[in-house]
T-cell receptor, first 115, second 110 residues
Framework: NAGVTQTPKFQVLKTGQSMTLQCAQD?????MSWYRQDPGMGLRLIHY???????DQGEVPNGYNVSRSTTEDFPLRLLSAAPSQTSVYFC??????????????FGPGTRLTVT | GIQVEQSPPDLILQEGANSTLRCNFS?????LQWFHQNPWGQLINLFY???GTKQNGRLSATTVATERYSLLYISSSQTTDSGVYFC????????????FGAGTTVTVRA
């Protein structure tokens, strides 16, 4: 298993540009989520999905869009990049048994700089 | 949302020393994980431990859910233990939404 994969590893955008960060997992996990990590801080939840076709907002959703058309993929879209979105982005997935989810596994991260 | 506090914020150790990291949280949780973020930024799963005690080599963790805290023990520290240690919790009602603490930065000197 490759686990959770993210592309690209690094990206530089100009203010106002849009782009999509890719995330895929091959563990057949129901839950997937996106977090951002700013310097000196823990991770904060942007958006999450409890299954294909179901997404919801996390703690810091503004400026980001997500969709989940398959179990494996969960892309994160930046609609109009701003310098405040400079951060490291992590994708995560976890399995569930009934209503309880379990250990989350994180991808390697995407380092995004917006100039 | 749930508040997660980690202490101490920074820890400097001599190789071979033991240490204890603490995580306090403000609500009942169904999910608690400890991660190590290495100097390359990778998040490595250490423990999934919503309650009880677990050990993995030189590392062990204990969560006392009723008193809302968890402890991570590092014994005989090595330079490769350097990095940031995060505690993350998920509330009972939606345990897949993790809230992270600010982390403890550990530096192990040879």
């Amino acid at each position: 298993n490759a686990g959770v994969t993210q592309t690209p590893k690094f990206q530089v955008l100009k203010t106002g540009q849009s782009m999509t960060l890719q995330c895929a997992q091959d563990m057949n996990h129901e839950y997937m989520s996106w977090y951002r990590q700013d310097p000196g801080m823990g991770l904060r939840l942007i958006h999450y999905s409890v299954g294909a076709g179901i997404t919801d907002q996390g703690e810091v959703p503004n400026g980001y869009n997500v969709s989940r058309s398959t179990t494996e993929d969960f892309p994160l879209r930046l609609l109009s990049a701003a310098p405040s979105q400079t951060s490291v982005y992590f994708c995560a997935s976890s399995y569930s048994i009934g209503p309880t989810s379990y250990e989350q596994y994180f991808g390697p991260g995407t380092r995004l700089t917006v100039t | 949302g749930i508040q997660v506090e980690q202490s101490p914020p920074d820890l400097i150790l001599q190789e071979g020393a033991n240490s204890t990291l603490r995580c306090n949280f403000s609500d009942s949780v169904n999910n608690l994980q400890w991660f190590h973020q290495n100097p390359w930024g990778q998040l490595i799963n250490l423990f999934y431990i919503p309650s009880g005690t677990k050990q993995n080599g030189r590392l062990s963790a204990t969560t006392v859910a009723t008193e809302r805290y968890s402890l991570l023990y590092i014994s005989s520290s090595q330079t490769t233990d350097s990095g940031v240690y995060f505690c993350a919790v998920g509330k009972r009602s939606n345990d897949y939404k993790l809230s992270f603490g600010a982390g403890t930065t550990v530096t192990v000197r040879a």
